[in-house]
């Protein structure tokens, strides 16, 4: 499905008149995390590939880490999406640092999920912004 030497996450769109449907290797997965970027349902399956179904076609690509397994979703957090880990470590940080400053769980919890949110919406915005110029000044 994906030829070897492929980067991982370069996609490779799929046709569904070539490929009406997928194998039972691949199973549905939940769509609370992540960025469907518009999909219908997202898959996984073997050697950590990852399928966006579309309505024509399926978008697919092969990621560090599979966030099925524990061992997996670490890499994946890290290698793949590593905007949830500097928001996962940037949260950890600022949580720390309010309880030890307040002893206040609840403070500490705030704090936490505010440096979160924040960490993860600024990398989000700033990728935004980069690849917007990036394709500004590629348009030919």
Same mark, same amino acid.
């Given at each position: 499905?994906?030829? !070897?030497?492929?980067?991982?996450?370069?996609?490779?769109?799929?046709? #569904?008149?070539?490929?009406?449907?997928?194998?039972?290797?691949?199973?549905?997965?939940?769509?609370?995390?992540? $960025? #469907? #970027?518009?999909?219908?349902?997202?898959?996984?399956?073997? !050697?950590?590939?990852?399928?966006?179904?579309?309505?024509?076609?399926? *978008?697919?690509?092969?990621?560090?880490?599979?966030?099925?397994?524990?061992?997996?979703?670490?890499?994946?957090?890290?290698? $793949?999406?590593? +905007?949830?880990?500097?928001?996962?470590?940037?949260?950890?940080?600022?949580?720390?640092?309010?309880?030890?400053?307040?002893?206040?769980?609840?403070?500490?919890?705030? +704090?936490? *999920?505010?440096?979160?949110?924040?960490?993860?919406?600024?990398?989000?915005?700033?990728?935004?912004?980069?690849?917007?110029?990036?394709?500004?000044?590629?348009? +030919?």
């Amino acid at each position: 499905m994906i030829p !070897n030497g492929t980067p991982p996450h370069k996609e490779i769109k799929i046709s #569904k008149l070539k490929l009406p449907q997928l194998s039972k290797d691949f199973e549905e997965i939940s769509d609370i995390l992540g $960025d #469907k #970027k518009g999909a219908i349902k997202q898959y996984r399956g073997p !050697n950590n590939i990852h399928i966006l179904e579309y309505k024509d076609y399926w *978008a697919v690509h092969w990621d560090w880490g599979d966030p099925r397994r524990i061992d997996g979703a670490l890499v994946h957090i890290f290698a $793949d999406a590593p +905007e949830v880990g500097f928001a996962l470590v940037a949260a950890t940080i600022a949580g720390r640092k309010k309880y030890d400053e307040t002893k206040s769980i609840g403070e500490a919890v705030v +704090e936490s *999920a505010l440096a979160g949110l924040f960490a993860y919406g600024g990398i989000i915005v700033t990728r935004e912004v980069v690849n917007w110029i990036i394709s500004f000044f590629t348009e +030919e």
